[in-house]
């Protein structure tokens, strides 16, 4: 049984990539401006990639470069007896990007890849004695990988999700 569904998947899998377009090929150029969720900020995102080389690794395969540029800061607000006072955060990222394009259904390019670069973030503190409380930073090297998919629309418009 698990035989017969390795083989129909793989099968699914043949015939998805014989009817997939290639949305990601070499000379491709994408720019995303991107925006994220969560329960506290809004972060955004400025990105870059061009697609360098086709049947990379494997036939199907393209590998895209690039860069990005990611910004993200909230601020928290505390009541107290002597005043309030804030913390305001902030996060930026600068790095370059290899990513490994394949599509396996059209109109949808999935994609996973590496990606290194520096994270700078800070804290500051603005509240009663802020010229004596330091504000911290940090920055340092970021290394890691990431997952996407691109949906387009049309192909001057289209969605995407990343994770990593």
């Known amino acids: 049984m698990k035989r017969f569904i390795l083989v129909l998947a793989v099968l699914a899998v043949a015939v998805l990539n014989t ?23 809004v972060p955004v995102e400025v990105s870059y990639e061009k697609g360098i080389i086709e049947d990379f690794l494997t ?4 590998l895209g470069i690039g860069a990005n540029v990611g910004y993200y800061g909230y ?4 009541p107290s007896i002597a005043g309030s006072y804030s913390y305001k955060y902030t996060n930026m990222v600068i ?20 990606v290194l670069g520096y994270n700078v973030a800070s804290a ?20 890691g ?18 994770a990593g």
Not at 19 to 32: N, S
Not at 146 to 152: H, I, N, Q, S, T
Request: hydrophobic share 40%.
């Open 59 to 62: 036939e199907g395969l393209v």
């Open 95 to 114: 790095a370059a990007r290899a990513l490994g394009h394949y599509s396996l259904i059209d109109n949808l390019d999935t994609y996973a890849g590496l």
């Open 124 to 143: 500051k503190y603005d509240g009663p004695n802020a010229g004596l409380i330091p504000s911290p930073s940090v920055g340092g090297l970021v290394f």
């Open 75 to 78: 601020k928290e607000e505390f």
């Open 19 to 41: 009817q997939a377009q290639d949305m990601f090929e070499k000379g491709t150029q994408l720019f995303k401006f991107g925006f994220g969720v969560n329960g506290v900020g």
């Open 145 to 162: 990988g990431l997952v996407g998919a691109r949906y387009e629309f049309n192909p001057n418009l289209g969605i995407y999700a990343e």
